[in-house]
Every structure is written in structure tokens, then in C-alpha cells.
């Protein structure tokens, strides 16, 4: 079993729907969830960290952490054609980092 | 803040050729990463170091990979002899201290033919 398991999508949208993105891992001495977006021929650029379980909004993104589940997702509101790209979910423990595979998102104008 | 750099940017050799990667970190983040990126999968740690030490290299080809940071800043990563599967997107990564996020660079993309 991987430590974090991502649908790779991929994930196709029109213009201003919700998107929703999930992840799930297996180990629970995960303390620390990002998630990452990238573009195209781009290194992985960073959208949220979060610690604890709950919510945390950042303008039209919101990270969700279930440690109970283990289970994280990001939510993007009001989707546009500049939120085409691959997210990346990330958790670390021990000062490692384990990555999802990926899901690539298309939003469509 | 500037970020992380990295050159070049794409790399095209033969196999059994040798390549090296360079890699300047944010200001100040003691540590770094390098990691391998193939098409479609997410980033697979190569090599971590702490200031100038390495703190893992378990997933590191030793036999053909190897990377250094001297000072505790740049960092080069080198490939010898290069193989059909070390195509990828290498990545170096930096962060302020042991929990804080990565902070990666654009990459460099080898192909070896």
C-alpha cells in the first residue's frame, strides 16, 4: 500500500464550478498536509499548509484535514481557466515528505 | 524573496554520458532536497541535506548518482554514467527548518537518448 494515494484525474471542469481534490494516506504520524499546483514545464509551487484537522480558507482555495479518516482535500471555488494545472498533495513526518501522484485539472472556458 | 534557482534547464546526452545539475536554495534555508520527477508520478526524493550534511540518500543511486553542497549552500547533483530511465524532471527543493514546506525550483528536464 503507498503511503499517499491520489486520483491522477484527469479532472475536467467548466469555468466556475467547485472543484474538489482528495487524497488519502495510511500513516497516521503524518503531522504537517500541503498541497502544491503545477504548471506545465514549472516546479511545484506551494498552496496551503495546514497542522491540524478542520479547515483553512485562503481567498478562493480551502484545505480540509480528516486525521481521523485520513483523509485531506482541497477545494477550489469559483474555478478559472488559470487553475489548469496538476495538484499535488504532500504530508510529512519525521521530516519526510511522501507526494501523491497528482491530479491533473483542466478548467474549461 | 528569491527563489529557488536551478540550471539549466533542460539537458539533452546520450546514454552512458555524464550530467551534472545546479542547484541555489532560498536565502537562509539550511535545508535542501533533490528530487526526481517522472511524467505523471509525483516527486521521489533523491538526497537530503542539512547545512552541508546529508541526512538521506537512502533512495540514491550511489552508484551512479551523486550530489554535494558544499558550504551548506549550492548544491550539484551529478549523474555518471547517465541511463534511459534517469529521464525525468530533476527538482531541488529548500525549506527554512525540519517542518516548514518545500519550496521548490522550476527544474531541470533531462533526456538521455
Known amino acids: 500500500q503507498k503511503e499517499v494515494e491520489q486520483d491522477p484525474g484527469p479532472l475536467s471542469v467548466p469555468e466556475g464550478a467547485i472543484v474538489s481534490l482528495n487524497c488519502t494516506y495510511s500513516n497516521s504520524a503524518f503531522q504537517y498536509f500541503m498541497w502544491y499546483r503545477q504548471y506545465s514545464r514549472k516546479g511545484p509551487e506551494l498552496l496551503m499548509y495546514t497542522y491540524s484537522s478542520g479547515n483553512k480558507e485562503d481567498g478562493r482555495f480551502t484545505a480540509q484535514v480528516d486525521k481521523s479518516s485520513k483523509y485531506i482535500s482541497l477545494f477550489i471555488r469559483d474555478s478559472q481557466p488559470s487553475d489548469s494545472a496538476t495538484y499535488l498533495c504532500a504530508m510529512t513526518s519525521r521530516n519526510q515528505f511522501y507526494f501523491g501522484t497528482g491530479t491533473s485539472l483542466t478548467v474549461i472556458p | 524573496e528569491a527563489g529557488v534557482a536551478q540550471s539549466p534547464r533542460y539537458k539533452i546526452i546520450e546514454k552512458r554520458q555524464s550530467v551534472a545539475f545546479w542547484c541555489n536554495p532560498i536565502?537562509?534555508?539550511?535545508?535542501l532536497y533533490w528530487y526526481q520527477q517522472i511524467l505523471g508520478q509525483g516527486p521521489k526524493l533523491l538526497i537530503q541535506?542539512?547545512?552541508?550534511?546529508?541526512?538521506?540518500d537512502s533512495q540514491l543511486p550511489k552508484d551512479r548518482f551523486s550530489a554535494e553542497r558544499l558550504k551548506g549552500v549550492d548544491s550539484t547533483l551529478k549523474i555518471q554514467p547517465a541511463k534511459l530511465e534517469d529521464s525525468a524532471v530533476y527538482l531541488c527543493?529548500?525549506?527554512?527548518?525540519?517542518?516548514?514546506?518545500?519550496?521548490f525550483g522550476n527544474g531541470t528536464r533531462l533526456t538521455v537518448t
Open positions: 527543493a529548500s525549506s527554512s527548518n525540519l517542518h516548514s514546506p518545500l519550496h
Open positions: 541535506f542539512q547545512n552541508n550534511g546529508v541526512v538521506d
Open positions: 536565502s537562509g534555508h539550511a535545508t
